[in-house]
């Protein structure tokens, strides 16, 4: 069974960066759309990226396009967030996902987080200002 787990959060001035981890086992990274989720106190969970590795695709938000990118190590079975240029308005617990039934970052309903199961316990990033 298809299993993720977050890592790498933590406490970071604004200004600063970190670098989320996704482990995935139980299946291979690169035949999976993994979506990168947040969820701040009170509002709703949202995506901030999304990668399918053996086509390349990837898809950002313009809320975080030009500070976060999405990779992955196919060898690791891991998919990464950098975070960079962290802003207080990015604190919220991180989570990672598998997009179910139709894997790929594309499509009307890419962001919703009800097209995403296996997800993981999430990880918590705070931003200080």
């Known amino acids: 069974q298809l299993q993720l787990v977050e890592s790498g959060g933590g406490l970071v001035q604004s200004g600063g960066h970190l670098r989320l981890s996704c482990q995935v086992s139980?299946?291979?990274?690169?035949?999976?759309?993994i979506g990168w989720f947040r969820q701040a106190p009170g509002k709703e969970r949202e995506m901030v990226s999304c990668i399918r590795s053996d086509d390349g695709s990837k898809y950002l938000p313009n809320s975080v396009q030009g500070r976060f990118t999405i990779s992955a190590d196919n060898a690791k079975n891991t998919v990464y967030l950098q975070m960079n240029g962290l802003k207080p308005e990015d604190t919220a617990v991180y989570y990672c996902?598998?997009?179910?039934?139709?894997?790929?970052?594309?499509?009307?309903?890419?962001?919703?987080?009800?097209?995403?199961?296996?997800w993981g316990p999430g990880t918590q990033v705070t931003v200080s200002p």
């Open positions: 139980g299946d291979t990274v690169d035949n999976q759309a």
């Open positions: 996902a598998a997009r179910l039934g139709f894997p790929y970052c594309a499509g009307a309903e890419l962001t919703d987080p009800r097209e995403y199961a296996n």
